[in-house]
């Protein structure tokens, strides 16, 4: 029975032992983890910060391609009048010809 108790109570050690090992990991674990977290919280800050500046820069950005792409339609809109307005000319004188090639027919045929 003392042999048992014994036996036990050095288990126990050993058990308590390896306890306080592990728990001083632990603690050095989160003493770790703490830094990091402040760390990590400095650096979210400093992204937020800068995501205002970030922000404004895209802002800026997308105002100047919209004030390029307004001036890509405008010239698009006066490029596709300028082709209508030359196609409707090409029309008129197709007609233009063909009355002539009519009256030069008219003509030949007269004489």
Do not use: P, Y
């Not at 592990?22 to 992204?47: P, T």
């Not at 006066?78 to 030069?104: A, M, N, P």
């Amino acid at each position: 029975c003392v042999q048992q108790t014994a036996w036990s109570l050095q288990l126990m050690t050993q058990r308590a032992l390896e306890a306080e090992s592990n728990v001083e990991k632990l603690e050095q674990m989160i003493f770790i983890l703490q830094g990091e977290l402040e760390s990590c919280k400095a650096e979210n800050e400093n992204l937020r910060e800068g995501q205002t500046t970030d922000l404004e820069t895209v802002k800026h950005n997308i105002d100047f391609a919209l004030q390029s792409l307004h001036k890509i339609i405008t010239g698009a809109n006066w490029s596709i009048r300028q082709l209508t307005s030359g196609t409707e000319s090409l029309q008129f004188i197709t007609e233009v010809l063909k009355s002539t090639g009519k009256i030069s027919e008219v003509e030949a045929e007269k004489e």
